[in-house]
């Protein structure tokens, strides 16, 4: 491996480190609490609110009592206890609960996968399956979805699932969603990781000259741009050889 195909590869690999860690914790912080809020919306109107009420209150304890014990946990490194108790609450808890729940357990098992050189294949597929459940299941709201489809894009995942990924993310940057310009960046970084270049520095010719993107990604394009143009001038240039004149050909 040469030494600018090493500097390349180091390069996407902090584009999509940053991708993967500091905004999905972001994501997790910002949108959690809402997860959380939308406890018991499937429970029936023949509930009396003073029932009901009560309900969610010692529910919505028990619920938070668990998943604080494995955020300890994880906080701990007992991934493999936290594991266990993630796997208790999405066999209990509610919808609305269960998608947070499965996020989190699908950043425990990221962070085993990072921790071990033992049955990488086998790890991407359950932190694919773990991502995947909240894609399919029908009681999860299209906004958790379109995210979730987002963050299994910087996560590590089989070669085979990479063209519904893929077919996801583009389906996602032409909506009208929240998620459409997090859906242009997660391509651009998977063609950056493929070598398509091409198509790498038009997503980010793109992103860099949209007008109401924030300013976090626009600043990341422009990296992008950069790190190709420096790359391009540091390509060999060819010059073509002039044609012998007619008739002066050498026999």
């Known amino acids: ?5 090493i500097e390349e590869k180091q390069f996407f690999e902090e584009v999509e480190e940053d991708l993967k860690y500091k905004r999905l914790h972001a994501l997790w912080v910002s949108y ?8 018991g919306l499937a429970l029936t109107a023949s509930i009396s609110h003073l029932v009901w009420r009560d309900y969610q209150k010692s529910n919505m304890q028990t619920l938070t009592g668990h998943y604080m014990e494995s ?3 994880i906080e701990n490194g007992d991934h493999e206890r936290a594991l266990s108790q993630l796997n208790y609450l999405e066999n209990t808890a509610d919808s609305g609960f269960k998608t947070l729940v499965r996020l989190q357990k699908a950043y425990t098992l990221e962070l085993i996968y990072d921790k071990t050189s033992d049955k990488q294949d086998e790890l991407k597929e359950k932190i694919y399956s ?6 399919k299941d029908s009681n999860t709201p299209a906004f958790y979805k379109d995210m979730a489809s987002i963050i299994i894009a910087h996560g590590p995942f089989p070669e085979k699932h990479k063209p519904e990924i893929m077919d996801r993310l583009e389906a996602l940057s032409n909506s009208n969603t929240n998620w459409h310009h997090l859906a242009l960046e997660a ?4 063609h950056g990781i493929e ?4 198509k790498m520095r038009e997503i980010a010719t793109r992103l860099k000259d949209d007008m109401i993107i924030s300013q976090e990604i626009k600043s990341r394009a422009i990296a992008v741009l950069e790190r190709l143009d420096a790359d391009d001038m540091k390509k060999p240039k060819i010059i073509p050889t002039s044609p012998s004149p ?6």
């Open 1 to 5: 491996m040469n030494e600018k195909t």
């Open 32 to 39: 959690g609490k809402y997860l959380v809020f939308g406890l």
């Open 71 to 73: 955020l300890r946990s």
């Open 130 to 135: 773990a991502y995947h459940s909240i894609q």
């Open 187 to 190: 391509l651009m970084v998977q």
């Open 195 to 198: 070598k398509n270049f091409g």
């Open 246 to 251: 007619k008739g002066k050909e050498k026999k």
